[in-house]
């Protein structure tokens, strides 16, 4: 189940508008409504949190692997690194479309990328000049 359909069943549980859990949470309606619609999603964690202590739920309950990906990819790499990330889960999503892999194998195979991924971009900062990196670029 993704995040807005989540959302969107617990909001209905507690019998609440959407205008309601948005007021609550801090957000416009229009935003709320586009995390249900599954246009956008949280991009700060602390949404996240939020919505799962207004809902009563766990904040890892809120998160599907790929969404805690993406936030880890824009956390570390910034809005390239989002996107990156982004454009991986869905052609990955795509390969997986009408496809015989089970939940679990596709979790694997999601897993298994999602380490490669960070596993490059780790490997690959060697070859960023010193003046871009920044760990260096801060302690320096």
Known sequence: MKFGEKIRKLRREKDLSQAEVAKAIGVSLRTYVGYEKGDRYPRHREVYATLAQYFD????????????????????????????????????SGLFAGGELSESDKDAVMIALQKAYFDCKKDNKKYTPKKYRKDEAQSG
């Open 57 to 92: 739920v766990d904040q890892n309950y809120l998160l599907t692997e790929d969404e805690e990906f993406v936030l880890e990819a824009a956390g570390q790499y910034g809005s390239r690194g989002k996107r990156q990330a982004e454009q991986l889960v869905t052609e990955l």
